[in-house]
């Protein structure tokens, strides 16, 4: 496993891996758009560090990796007075600005992260199952505390390695050296097998950890989309609680927390020094 904040070197073959995930996130994205309960209750927990009643009210927010546009939803929903979804792909960003369309003030822009200019601009920086799948993990969270208004706050949700050791162990390689490699119509195809088994599994009981109790209510469709998920990046990190503490205290946040998700996953917040 990659240690946390290694730094690469962005050569010209690291620049079409990154291209290639996202035009992958991009398909799935366009195919998988919808607000529904389920996303709600995720997002809620992914942000749990942060009081959905008055945490996100009157706040200014980036978004980084925007997928769909849901999360920015979500947090403009809760109080949100606007801010700035960024992601790489067009058919991303076309799924965000319609489901963003009712908040003008939230703007949707096509930007890296490597590349964001923005200094001590937004009140809530975040990425929700972004950072991981970089290749500069570290690179990226400093530019999110950079774009952070002092006193402001930055909360990442990522794959946890806790409960999964399993799949990083025995499945993750198949991911790596198969099915980050496949045409994504072939992985979204291939996809429905597994999630109709694990469709299957879940309603036998299958799962003692609460992740799985949770997705055990969901459709199979957004069964299968998680299912492609995992199938389909390039890079993807599983990290131990204390890689994540690592990455967030490096990047020079303070009064840094984190809180274990469902069991297999971290979500960390920490505030911009003042």
Not at 85 to 114: G, H, T
């Amino acid at each position: 496993m990659r240690p946390v904040g290694e730094m690469i070197d962005r050569s010209a073959q690291s620049a079409q891996q990154d291209r290639g995930s996202t035009d992958r996130f991009g398909y799935s994205w366009n195919h998988f758009y919808d607000l529904t309960d389920d996303q709600e209750s995720q997002f809620r927990l992914w942000t749990s560090l942060i009081d959905p009643k008055t945490g996100w009210k009157n706040r200014t927010i980036l978004d980084v990796g925007c997928g769909a546009g849901r999360n920015s939803y979500w947090a403009m929903r809760y109080g949100a007075s606007g801010g700035l979804a960024i992601d790489l792909d067009e058919r991303s960003l076309e799924r965000a600005r319609l489901n963003l369309e009712a908040f003008p003030e939230m703007e949707v822009r096509k930007q890296s992260i490597y590349d964001l200019e923005y200094s001590e601009k937004v009140d809530i920086a975040f990425g929700i199952g972004v950072i991981h799948h970089l290749e500069e993990p570290g690179k990226a969270l400093a530019r999110m505390v950079r774009a952070t208004k002092p006193g402001g706050v930055v909360l990442i949700w990522v794959y946890g390695y806790e409960n999964m050791e399993l799949y990083v162990n025995f499945m993750n390689p198949i991911r790596t050296y198969i099915f980050s490699k496949l045409p994504m119509k072939t992985v979204w195809w291939m996809a429905y097998m597994p999630a109709a088994l694990l469709w299957g599994l879940l309603r036998l009981g299958f799962g003692r950890i609460s992740y799985f109790r949770l997705i055990r209510e969901f459709s199979f469709r957004h069964l299968h989309h998680i299912i492609v998920d995992q199938m389909l990046p390039q890079i993807a990190n599983y990290w131990r609680r204390d890689e994540v503490e690592a990455l967030m205290n490096r990047a020079g946040l303070q009064n840094i927390e984190l809180e274990w998700v469902n069991e297999m996953s971290w979500a960390a917040i920490g505030t911009c020094p003042k």
